[in-house]
């Protein structure tokens, strides 16, 4: 599970585009290495906004809450995103990360044919 939800000034789309690579496999890397995440269960979202404040970059990490994902862990893990962040877009960043009880967890995967 952990998902990142990066929320952005609509006017850093160009530097958003031009270090897309570099950004995914960053924060990613941030969530196998840090969170100790699932690379299958990975996610990133990545939005351009008309309106972001107070920062131009909006985060909002959401994860399974496990024995392991201690309060220093997270921590850590939104000292990397930001990291990450400020590197590929100069740009101030808020985040906000937010521990998921398993047992209220519910998730739906559908196919399609494309």
Known sequence: MPILKI????????????????IQEGLERIMR????ADPDHCQVIMCASAHCTPKPVYVDMQFRAKEHRTR????????A????????????VRIRAFDIDQAMLHALDIEGEG
């Open 72 to 79: 220093e862990v997270v921590a850590q893990a939104m000292d």
């Open 33 to 36: 290495e840090v969170l100790l």
């Open 81 to 92: 995103i930001a990291e990450v962040i400020l590197k590929a877009l100069s740009a101030g």
């Open 7 to 22: 929320f952005y000034d609509d006017k850093l789309d160009p530097s958003v585009r031009a270090n897309r690579t570099q």
